[in-house]
């Protein structure tokens, strides 16, 4: 954890670990009743890398969080999370898998009845062998990430939506998993709110290298991602030199009507000629 | 409302029926199982146990007074009113100290299980709760079904002892009867069946109302409408339950044991 990750650095890693996704979903079905929500879908998350999943609402993207997060089960197809099937796991067996990978869910669900600190903790004592100061330290540490050391002793009901959202964030890191998935992070809040949590996004990007699944509403806030990296000397996001842009393990995934109708970098994406993607990207 | 074929309604049915067998079953298998959530079950423990003692204190004096009251009367017609102690103190321990205990704390806490449960479900923390590694089943279903048992079982004794109090208050002091007379055939009358028949249907009684809350509450769905359904549900279930199962644990007792 010396130097700063330079997007070289980057580009580096992600090429040599292309071989090694920690997500894999082939040909994946899933419906609802009647409602088919998903249709035969695959795609790869390597290691490293931040994947952002576009779509109208509606269109399956929470869906294929819970899936990835064995919340769910598909219908049909295979999903494999850090070289486990996991759809053929029991349901017992998937808890261990769990603790690997960090959710924030759309709408927080943060445990109500418990304060900040019991939630961000909740994962730390469930483990039963960290000492209190180290689970203390370590849920400070998570918040000021988040820069909210402040709300430890709240109620989730105390604190505003974008405020949850970040608690939320601080929870799911807390144990520094090795994949994060991250359900519309921004969804509702103002620019400067979402500004903070997308910078946390790139610095745990780049910083701590961990992959992850980003739902998204704003291509905005994606592009901000592809175009930026987190300097860890100065302590902030700042943009690539121009030239080197795009050049972050940063790639795109957009759904429509149950398929993926996109899946590749800023670069594939910008000069795509597909109507509906020049459509959403304008 | 929709209206669902004859043949849904039963699949609906026995689909039901086999979710809560599971989780009725997998509330006790969870006991063998790590790691078990003590701090849980005292808390919830706490919760069933102490809060429930008032209402269960009042409705035991209450049922034992009354049910002195109820009999005096006719004894007086045959000129027994000695038994009157007997009579109490069998009905309170063999039937109404376990049945309106556990009416009572079904009321209480099969409903506060179902809407506890229920709003989580809706609000999505029952995933986020998977998500972050524990079952929900072992964090929150099972210290409930465990305490339920354990406090049930206490409270019980706690209302028979209560009822028989009270039975005693309304025959010495409205018919008459000496303290110690009364005391003494109340206890003497007590065989083994009674004692062990009213100490079984605690545990029961226990084990239903917190599965039945729980699976109510587990299975909620349709927002804060449908946490109330599943409240109301949950108290309706149980305390028929209750009724039935008492039905038929005391047919079960009666028969291995034979009549008095
Ligand atoms: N538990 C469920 N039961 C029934 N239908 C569901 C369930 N979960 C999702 N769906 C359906 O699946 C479809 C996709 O839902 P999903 O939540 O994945 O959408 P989304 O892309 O995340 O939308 P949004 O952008 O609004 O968050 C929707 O049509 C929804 O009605
Ligand atoms: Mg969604």
Redesign the pocket.
């Given at each position: 954890m010396a130097a700063p990750p330079t997007a070289v650095e980057n580009r580096l890693r992600t090429t040599e670990q292309i071989q090694s996704p920690v997500i894999a979903f082939e040909d994946v079905s899933?419906a609802?009743?009647a409602?088919s929500?998903l249709e035969d879908i695959s795609f790869h998350l390597n290691r490293g890398e931040t994947k952002a999943i576009f779509?109208?609402?509606?269109?399956?993207?929470?869906?294929?969080?819970?899936l990835a997060m064995g919340l769910?089960k598909p219908d049909s197809g295979r999903i494999d999370v850090l070289g486990n099937d996991i759809t053929q796991m029991r349901e017992e067996d998937l808890f261990e898998l769990r603790r690997q990978i960090g959710m924030v869910f759309?709408e927080s669900a943060l445990f109500d009845s418990l304060t900040v600190r019991e939630n961000v903790a909740f994962r730390l004592m469930e483990e039963h062998q960290i000492s209190e100061e180290e689970i203390e330290r370590r849920v400070r540490e998570s918040l000021r990430f988040v820069e909210l050391e402040r709300t430890v002793d709240m109620f989730p009901s105390e604190l505003s939506g974008g405020m949850r959202r970040r608690v939320a964030i601080a929870r799911a890191i807390v144990t520094r998993p090795e994949i994060l998935l991250y359900?519309?992070p921004t969804?509702g809040l103002d620019p400067v709110t979402s500004t903070t949590i997308i910078e946390l996004i790139v610095k745990q990007r780049d910083v701590y290298k961990t992959s992850s699944l980003l739902?998204s509403?704003r291509l905005q806030d994606a592009f901000v991602m592809a175009s930026h990296y987190f300097d860890r000397d100065k302590g902030r996001m700042l943009p690539l030199p121009p030239g080197a842009r795009g050049d972050v393990p940063m790639t795109f995934l957009i759904?429509r009507q149950g398929k993926i109708i996109f899946d590749g970098d800023i670069h594939e994406l910008a000069h795509s000629k597909d109507e509906y993607i020049r459509e959403y990207i304008s | 409302m929709e209206l669902t074929s004859p043949t849904d309604f039963a699949k609906d049915i026995v689909q039901s029926v086999q979710d809560y067998s599971l989780l009725a079953g997998r509330s006790l298998a969870n006991l063998f199982r790590h790691p078990r959530y003590f701090a849980d079950m005292m808390q919830q423990a706490d919760l069933i146990g102490v809060g429930s003692l008032p209402i269960v204190v009042l409705t035991g004096t209450f049922t034992g007074a009354v049910l002195a009251l109820n009999s005096a009367h006719t004894l007086e017609r045959f000129g027994s009113l000695s038994l009157i102690g007997q009579l109490v103190s069998v009905g309170m321990v063999t039937e109404l100290g376990p049945v309106l205990t556990g009416l009572m704390v079904a009321g209480r806490n099969s409903s506060g299980m179902a809407s506890e449960l229920g709003s989580m479900v809706v609000t999505e923390q029952i995933d986020a709760m998977r998500a972050l590694g524990t079952d929900p089943t072992k964090k929150l279903i099972t210290p409930r079904v465990i305490s339920t048992i354990f406090m049930l079982f206490f409270l019980t004794i706690i209302s028979d002892f209560v009822g028989l109090i009270g039975g005693g208050i309304v025959s010495s002091l409205m018919f008459g009867m000496d303290w110690h007379q009364y005391w003494s055939s109340a206890w003497q009358t007590l065989k083994f069946q009674d004692v062990f028949t009213g100490l079984l249907k605690p545990v029961l009684f226990g084990f239903i109302i917190a599965t039945v809350g729980c699976y109510y509450g587990i299975s909620a769905r349709g927002g804060t409408q449908g946490v109330g359904r599943a409240t109301t549900q949950a108290v309706v279930a149980s305390s028929v339950l209750i009724i039935a199962v008492d039905f038929f644990a005391t047919r079960l007792i009666l028969s291995i044991f034979g009549y008095r």
């Open positions: 899933i609802f009743e409602n929500v779509g109208i609402a509606g269109s399956g993207k929470s869906t294929i969080l819970k769910v759309q359900d519309s969804g739902v509403h759904l | -």
